[in-house]
C-alpha cells in the first residue's frame, strides 16, 4: 500500500476555518461566524479570545465527549433562518442544527473537485452518480451541475427537502437528479439485482444512523457488506469511488484495506488518508478518513 497521505484545503470565498483550539474551531459561514466544538483541536487557539467572542453564534455541547453532538447554540444576535453559501457554482442555504452541523461539510471540496474530474472524464455516454448518504446535496448539485446524471439517496425526509431546496437555489430545478428516501443498503442492494452501473460512487456513511423504516446503520458491522455491493454497480469501463468516513477514532488503514478487498477483481490506483481544514497561517483541524479509487 502507498503511504497515507494529507489532503487539506483551505476554503473557498464563502467558508474559512479561522482558528481553532482548546477543543473548539471558528469558522466563517457565508457572511457569519461560528464557534463549534472540536475535540481533535487539542492545541491553543491563536487569535485573541475577543475575536472569538464576536462569533455570531456559540454552540454548547451537552456532553464533552466526541461521540456526542447534541446541544444548542447560543447566538449574539439575530440569525436568518437560512442563508445562502456558494460552492463550485452552486447554493447551498445554510441553517443552525440542533446537533452543531450547519447543512455543509466544506472539507469535501478536494473530493468535489475530484469528482468532477472523474466526471469529465467519461466518455460517450452521460456520467451516472451515486451518492449515498447524501445529505443536503451539495456532491450531487455539483455533479449535476458538472453534467451527470445523479442518484441522491439519503434516509432522512427533512435531508432530502433541504437537498430539493438547495437545488432551486442553484437554479438547477431541471438538472437529471433522483431523490431516492431509502436505506442505503437495501437501495444498492435492489440496484445490484437491476444491474444497474454508475461512473462515480460517493458512500459517506455516519457511524450510527437509522433508515426510514428504522433500519439500523452501524459503521463497523455493515460498511462491508454495503461496499462490496457498491463495488458490483462500478462501471466496467470508466469508474470511481470515494468512501468518506468521520469515525476519526478509526484508521485509515482499515478502510484502505476493505476498500482493497471488495475491488480486487478491478485494476486501478489508490489514495487513501485524512482530510482536514486548515486555517491561514493557523493550525489544521483533521476531520475524516478517506479511500478513493479509479479503475483502470
Not at 431509502?182 to 461512473?199: G, I, L, M, N, S
Not at 457488506?225 to 462500478?234: E, G, I, S, T, V
Request: hydrophobic share 40%; with cysteine.
Amino acid at each position: 500500500m502507498s503511504r497515507l497521505r494529507l489532503i487539506e484545503t483551505t476554503g473557498f470565498p464563502d467558508y474559512a476555518l479561522l482558528d481553532s483550539g482548546s477543543g473548539r474551531k471558528l469558522e466563517r459561514f457565508g457572511k457569519f461566524t461560528f464557534d463549534r466544538p472540536e475535540p481533535q483541536a487539542i492545541w491553543s487557539p491563536k487569535l485573541a479570545p475577543v475575536t472569538w467572542s464576536r462569533a455570531d453564534a456559540a454552540f454548547k455541547a451537552e456532553k464533552t465527549d466526541e461521540e456526542s453532538e447534541g446541544g444548542n447554540w447560543q447566538t449574539a444576535r439575530p440569525l436568518p433562518a437560512t442563508w445562502p453559501l456558494q460552492v463550485m457554482g452552486v447554493t447551498t442555504l445554510c441553517r443552525l442544527m440542533s446537533f452543531r452541523h450547519l447543512g455543509i461539510f466544506p472539507e469535501q471540496l478536494p473530493h468535489w473537485e475530484w469528482m468532477v474530474e472523474r466526471i469529465a472524464r467519461v466518455g460517450g455516454e452521460r456520467p451516472r452518480v451515486l451518492n449515498l448518504f447524501a445529505y443536503t446535496g451539495a456532491a450531487s448539485l455539483i455533479a449535476a451541475k458538472a453534467g451527470a446524471e445523479v442518484t441522491h439517496v439519503d434516509a432522512s425526509k427533512k435531508a432530502i427537502q433541504w437537498a430539493k431546496d438547495n437545488q432551486a437555489a442553484s437554479k438547477l430545478t431541471e438538472a437529471p437528479i433522483r431523490w431516492i428516501l431509502d436505506d442505503a443498503r437495501k437501495f444498492v442492494a435492489r440496484e445490484v439485482r437491476r444491474a444497474k452501473t454508475y461512473h462515480v460512487i460517493l458512500v459517506d456513511p455516519p457511524k450510527f444512523g437509522r433508515g426510514p423504516e428504522g433500519e439500523v446503520w452501524d459503521l463497523f458491522t455493515h460498511l462491508a457488506p454495503l461496499m462490496r455491493d457498491c463495488a458490483a454497480l462500478l462501471d466496467p469501463k470508466e469508474a470511481s469511488l470515494v468512501l468518506t468516513v468521520y469515525a476519526i477514532r478509526a484508521s485509515a488503514l482499515a478502510f484502505d484495506q476493505l476498500t482493497r478487498e471488495v475491488l480486487a477483481g478491478r485494476s486501478g490506483s489508490y489514495d487513501t488518508g485524512e482530510l482536514a481544514i486548515r486555517a491561514k497561517d493557523g493550525n489544521a483541524v483533521p476531520t475524516s478518513l478517506f479511500t478513493r479509487w479509479v479503475g483502470s
